[in-house]
T-cell receptor, first 114, second 112 residues
Framework: AQTVTQSQPEMSVQEAETVTLSCTYD???????LFWYKQPPSRQMILVIR??????QNATENRFSVNFQKAAKSFSLKISDSQLGDTAMYFC???????????FGTGTRLKVLA | NAGVMQNPRHLVRRRGQEARLRCSPMKGHSHVYWYRQLPEEGLKFMVYLQKENIIDESGMPKERFSAEFPKEGPSILRIQQVVRGDSAAYFC??????????FGPGTRLTVL
């Protein structure tokens, strides 16, 4: 069965600093997507960044970037220049191409400190 | 193009009552998915529907839970005779086909 593991239940970072959230996954598929979602206190699921497994280049979205290591099945999220508004739960998720069941990790609670 | 809409955003029910959660997918999306998020956990797949058809309900409890997506109107997740353990956030997502889904804001159900 596919699994997604986030081994850091909580993390904190000073405003303007950089933080990296870890995610590992297990799949036997070749074609899949990986996602990071942000869930603020409002509980809305906000897509932060996505990565297609067939792409070697790491995805970036402004201050957010990923380190995708396909052989190691690792998909970490780096947040640069952290802002107070980045405080939220962050979920890593995987989706096998052509299927529909997202597999979510248990989340990392990030607190950005002023 | 409005996003996925869910209502109500918050729902409080007493044990034994029924809960009805509604989801309107994005325009042009005919695939709807329901996920449940228990406290301090990630989202877990419950059911996948296309118009008037349940495609996969393998993640939905066999008793008390049902889902529909009629030809007209929103998708409904119905929980009969709610218990405290049903307290959770319920998310709906929609897609035009398989692959990436777009999530709604969720309904937080509290069972007293």
């Amino acid at each position: 069965a596919q699994t997604v593991t986030q081994s850091q239940p909580e993390m904190s970072v000073q405003e303007a600093e950089t933080v990296t959230l870890s995610c590992t996954y297990d799949t036997s598929e070749n074609n899949y997507y990986l996602f990071w979602y942000k869930q603020p206190p409002s509980r809305q699921m906000i897509l932060v960044i996505r990565q297609e497994a067939y792409k070697q280049q790491n995805a970036t979205e402004n201050r957010f970037s990923v380190n995708f290591q396909k052989a190691a099945k690792s998909f970490s999220l780096k947040i640069s220049d952290s802002q107070l508004g980045d405080t939220a739960m962050y979920f890593c998720a995987s989706l096998t191409s052509g299927t529909y069941k997202y597999i979510f990790g248990t989340g990392t609670r990030l607190k950005v400190l002023a | 193009n409005a996003g996925v809409m869910q209502n109500p955003r918050h729902l409080v029910r007493r044990r034994g009552q029924e809960a009805r959660l509604r989801c309107s997918p994005m325009k042009g999306h005919s695939h709807v998915y329901w996920y449940r998020q228990l406290p301090e956990e990630g989202l877990k797949f419950m059911v996948y529907l296309q118009k008037e058809n349940i495609i996969d309900e393998s993640g939905m409890p066999k008793e008390r839970f049902s889902a529909e997506f009629p030809k007209e109107g929103p998708s409904i997740l119905r929980i009969q005779q709610v218990v405290r353990g049903d307290s959770a956030a319920y998310f709906c997502a929609s897609s035009p086909g398989t692959d990436e889904q777009f999530f709604g804001p969720g309904t937080r159900l509290t069972v007293l």
